[in-house]
C-alpha cells in the first residue's frame, strides 16, 4: 500500500458496562459521534471508533483519545467502561475482553503477533466449543501454535475455507473498516440473579423463562425475529456471547426457546458460577408481510393456538396467569425486566 492506505489505523472497542435501553445506546453514538465520523455500534453493550482520522484534529496519542472518551461516558452517562486499542477491529475487541473495568489494553501493530501468541484459541472470534474441541484432540491450544502448525495440516483438520480464516486471524489480520451504523432494533430479556447460579437445571429453566417472555413480548407487537442472542454474565464480571441465526423469522416460543438451550448447551458451562442471562431478539421485521413455512405436522397448529390463548389469558389476567408446563418448579430468584 502506499500513500493515505498506509497510514496506521487506530481502532478503539468500549465495553459499556450498563444494561442500556435503546434510546440510551443511540445516545451514546452520537456522543461518540463528536470524537470520530466513523463509529460502529456492536450490540448489545460496545461500540468500536476509528480514531485514525481523529487524533491528529485533536492533538492526542491514540491512548489518550481513549481515555478522553471513557471519562466522558463516565462523566455524562455514569456509565464505567472497558476499552481494547490496536490496529484493527479483531485486536482491539480481543483486547478490550482482555481489560478489566475502567482498564485499556492497547496493543500496538509491532506488538501484535507477540500479544496474541500465549493466548487461548478460544479468545479469537467465531472460535465455538466444537472448533475448540477439534484442534484441542490435536494439542492445539493456543493462537501460537496454529501460527506455527502448517497450513496443510490445519486444512486437513478443519477443511480449506474455515482453515484459511482461522490462520489470518491468528496472525492478526482483519481488514475490516469500522462502519457507521445505527443500533439494530431489538427486544432483550435479561435475568440477574441474587447469587451465584451452579445448577445447569436452573440455568435452563432461566433461559427457558427469558425465551417465553421474549416470545410473548414479540407477539404483542406483532414482530418475528431472525436471530438469538444469549450473554451469559458471570461471578467475576466477565461475560460470554453467541449469536444464532434462525432457520426462519418467528415469534413462536418453542422455536426461540429451542435455539436459547442450544446457544446455552454449547456453552458447554457445567459449573460455572452464572450470576445474569440475557436473551436478545434481533433482525426484527413485521409478522404481517413475513411468510411462515409450511408445516406437516398438525402439532404445531395446535401449539401456536395454545400459545395465542395464553397470551389471551395474561393480557386478560396478568404475566403470572400461564406458565408453560417446561418451567414449573422453582426458577432461580432475582428479576427481569425488558431493553429495547
Not at 458496562?17 to 434510546?23: F, G, P, Q, R, S
Not at 480481543?94 to 475502567?102: C, E, I, N, T, W
Not at 458460577?273 to 409478522?287: M, S, T
Request: hydrophobic share 40%; charged share 20%; aromatic share 4%.
Amino acid at each position: 500500500m502506499s500513500g493515505a492506505g498506509a497510514r496506521q489505523r487506530h481502532i478503539a472497542h468500549l465495553h459499556l458496562h450498563a444494561a442500556l435501553t435503546e434510546a440510551q445506546y443511540a445516545d451514546i453514538i452520537e456522543l461518540m459521534s463528536d470524537v470520530t465520523p466513523h463509529v460502529q455500534a456492536v450490540p448489545p453493550d460496545a461500540v468500536q471508533l476509528d480514531l485514525t482520522s481523529a487524533l491528529r484534529y485533536f492533538d492526542l496519542s491514540p491512548y489518550d483519545m481513549v481515555q478522553t472518551t471513557m471519562m466522558r461516558l463516565k462523566a455524562l452517562y455514569g456509565i464505567d467502561s472497558s476499552a481494547g486499542l490496536a490496529g484493527n477491529r479483531m485486536l482491539a475487541a480481543m483486547a478490550a475482553d482482555a481489560s478489566a473495568p475502567g482498564d485499556t489494553t492497547w496493543v500496538s501493530t509491532g506488538q501484535a503477533a507477540d500479544w496474541l501468541y500465549p493466548r487461548p484459541v478460544t479468545a479469537l472470534p467465531g472460535i465455538g466449543r466444537a472448533t475448540a474441541q477439534t484442534l484441542g484432540r490435536y494439542g492445539l491450544h493456543t493462537i501460537g501454535q496454529l501460527v506455527d502448525l502448517p497450513a496443510g495440516t490445519l486444512q486437513r483438520l478443519l477443511g480449506a475455507g474455515p482453515a484459511r480464516l482461522l490462520a489470518e486471524r491468528a496472525r492478526g489480520h482483519d481488514p475490516r473498516p469500522v462502519t457507521p451504523s445505527e443500533p439494530a432494533a431489538h427486544l432483550a430479556a435479561d435475568l440477574a440473579l441474587d447469587r451465584d447460579c451452579l445448577d445447569p437445571a436452573q440455568q435452563h429453566r432461566a433461559v427457558l423463562g427469558l425465551a417465553g417472555q421474549v416470545g410473548q413480548r414479540l407477539r404483542g407487537e406483532r414482530q418475528i425475529t431472525g436471530r438469538l442472542t444469549l450473554t451469559v454474565r458471570y461471578a467475576d464480571r466477565s461475560s460470554t456471547t453467541r449469536t444464532r441465526t434462525l432457520p426462519e423469522p418467528t415469534d413462536h416460543s418453542p422455536a426461540l426457546a429451542a435455539a436459547a438451550l442450544g446457544l446455552l448447551d454449547a456453552l458447554g458451562l457445567q459449573r460455572a458460577r452464572v450470576r445474569a442471562f440475557v436473551i436478545r431478539a434481533d433482525a426484527l421485521q413485521p409478522a404481517d408481510g413475513a411468510y411462515r413455512q409450511l408445516s406437516m405436522d398438525p402439532g404445531d397448529d395446535r401449539a401456536r393456538a395454545a400459545e395465542a390463548a395464553a397470551d389471551r389469558a395474561r393480557r386478560r389476567f396478568g404475566p403470572g396467569a400461564v406458565h408453560p408446563a417446561t418451567l414449573a418448579g422453582r426458577a432461580p430468584q432475582g428479576h427481569t425486566g425488558f431493553g429495547q
